[in-house]
C-alpha cells in the first residue's frame, strides 16, 4: 500500500455522501476541524464522528452534521491533522495537515495545507 | 432561540401592549447594524494581509497598537476583520487563547472609542448632533492609559507565554509583508464615507422614513454583493470566507436587539425618576454594565436621554444636544467611553467580538466559553483596569 506522502502528492479525490466521508488512505486522526467544531476525541463514544477503517479507506461519519454541504461553504475546507500508521506520533514531523475541499458529484479534493490557509495544530 | 425570544417580545408588545413604534424604532437601528458590520465583513473578507515575521511580545504590542489605532479610522469591526487572520499568522507557533482574547479588548472594542466611526454608540451620538471631533477631544486622555495599561498586561502575559519558545519555524520567516485585494480597500473607503449619508448629516440626503431602512443601508448592502461577487476568489479561498459568523450575528443580535426594549423602557424610566441621584460614577457603571451583556448602541442612547434629562433637554433635538455637549462633558464622556469599553466584556458585548471568536475557532484555536471568557479573561483583567479609569474620571 502507498505511504501517506505518496497518496497525498498524487492530488488525491475522496467521497463524501450526506455525514460520510470516505478517504483513500488511513492515518492516526489527531484533530478534524468542520466549520467551528474543533473535534479531537476520535474514541468509539465519541459525540462527534465515527470511524472505521477499510482495507485501503477510511469512513469518517461526522455525527453533529446531516450534511456535510449545509456546514462546509465554497471557500471553507475540512482540516485535519493525521499521522501516518506506523510513523513516531510524538514525532511532530511526521504531523500532516490536510484541507478537504467539497467538490461536485460527491467528489472532494484533498490538498496538504498551503501556506496561506489559518490552521494551527 | 435568540429569534425565539425576540418574537415573545415582539408578540407581547403587538398583541398586549398594542405598541409599535418601539419595535419599528428598533428594527431599523438593527438594519443599520447588521448592514455596517455584513459590509465590513465582506469587504474585508476580499483582502489577505500576510506579515511572514516571527512575532514576539514587543511586536504583538505594536501590532494591537496599530490595530487600536486604526479602528478609529475603519471602524473595530473592519479593523477586526483585517487584522485577525495577519495576527494569528504571525502567532501560529504559539498562539494561545489571551492572544484572542486580548485582540478582541483592544481591537475590537477599547480602541475604537475616539471617533464616531470606531463604534456605533459614537456614531449614533454623532448623527443626534454630538460634534464629530467631540470624542476625540474629550477621550483621549482616558483612551492613552487604558490603552496602555491594557497592552502592559497583555506584554506580561505574552513575555511569560514567551519564555523557553524557542521551536524552530519549519520554512522560517521571509520578513515580507504580502497585500492583496486593493480594490476592496475601495468598497471598505465606500462603507466609510456612507456613514455619514444620514438625513440628519446631510440635507440633501433622502428621508425614506417610515421604512426601517435609508440610502447609507442600501450602499452597504449593494457593497455586501459586490465586494463578493468581485473578490478574488483565491484571496476568499486563504481567507476561508464564509458568510456563517455574519449569519450567527445576524440571528444573535436580532434577539438581543428586540429582548432589549423592555429592559431600556424600564432603564430610562427609573433613570427619569430617580435623575437627581445619578452622577458620571453611575452614567459610567450602568452604561457599562449593560454594554456589556445588550448592544452599547441603545444603550448609549437611553444613558445620553438620561443625562439630558437632568438639564430638561431632549435627545431628539440636535440643538438640545449642542447644548447638552456645552453645558457638562462629564456625563457625556461617562457614557461614551463605557459604552466602547465595556463592550468587550462578554462575547455578545459587540459586534465583532462574536465573529472573531468564529473565525479563530475554524482556524483551529479553541475559545473559551461564554462563561469561562468573563470569569477568567474579562472580570480579572478589564474590571480593575475599568475601576482604575472610574477612579481617575468619573469618581
Known sequence: ?121 | MAIILGLVTVVYYLIFLNEYHSLLHIFAEYISFIALLSSLFVASGGIFIKVDKKATPYMNVLFLLFGAVISNVIGTTGASMLLIRPYIKMNQNRIKAYHVIFFIFIVSNIGGALTPIGDPPLFIGFLRGVPFFWVLENVWFIWIPMIMLILGVFFLFDKFNDKGNDTPVQNGYTGKVEFKGFRNLGYLAVIIFSVFLDPGVFSWVPDWSPLPFGIREVIMFAVVYLSYKQADPEILRSNEFDFEPIKEVAYLFIGIFLTMVPALQLIAEEARVNRDLLNAGTFYWATGGLSSFLDNTPTYLNFLSAAMGKYTLDVNVKAHVLDFVSQDIIYLRAISVAAVFFGSMTYIGNGPNFMVKSICERAGIEMPSFFTYMIKYSIPILIPLFLIIYFLFFH
Open chain 1, 1 to 121: 500500500m502507498a505511504t501517506l506522502n505518496e497518496i497525498l502528492k498524487s492530488k488525491p479525490k475522496g467521497l463524501f455522501y450526506k455525514n460520510r466521508l470516505i478517504l483513500p488512505f488511513q492515518g492516526i486522526f489527531l484533530k478534524v476541524i468542520v466549520d467551528d467544531d474543533i473535534i479531537m476525541d476520535f474514541s468509539p463514544a465519541s459525540k462527534h464522528v465515527y470511524i472505521t477503517e477499510n482495507e485501503d479507506y477510511t469512513d469518517i461519519y461526522f455525527k453533529e452534521y446531516k450534511h456535510l454541504k449545509d456546514a462546509v461553504s465554497k471557500y471553507e475546507a475540512i482540516k485535519m491533522v493525521l499521522v501516518e500508521k506506523g510513523k513516531d506520533i510524538f514525532n511532530f514531523d511526521n504531523h500532516k495537515k490536510i484541507v478537504i475541499y467539497l467538490a461536485e458529484k460527491h467528489q472532494v479534493k484533498i490538498e496538504e495545507t498551503e501556506e496561506d490557509i489559518l490552521f494551527i495544530e
